[in-house]
């Protein structure tokens, strides 16, 4: 979902680039993600980990119901123009 989303609301002509510095920052999510896991359950245990990773899944979940706006039925121009 991620990927079709990116690809629908750059603009072409810094659609490579715009897709590049995206790609990057969720692999540095990915990386953060990752690397916190192990350090975390030992310290807390996996049910508060889980239950952190929960709440910011939810609160991703929150901002792209207020902050992403439909694409369905639009063209690419109406997407990007604003």
Do not use: D, H
């Not at 609301?9 to 990752?34: D, E, G, T, Y």
């Amino acid at each position: 979902m991620v990927w079709v989303l990116q690809w629908e609301k750059f603009p072409i002509r810094i659609r490579a680039a715009a897709l590049s510095v995206a790609a990057m920052f969720q692999w540095v999510a990915n990386f953060v993600v990752s690397t916190t896991i192990p350090p975390l359950a030992g310290g807390l245990g996996l049910g508060p980990t889980y239950g952190i990773y929960t709440l910011m899944a939810v609160l991703s979940f929150i901002f792209v119901l207020r902050m992403v706006r439909e694409t369905k039925g639009k063209e690419l121009e109406e997407m990007t123009a604003t």
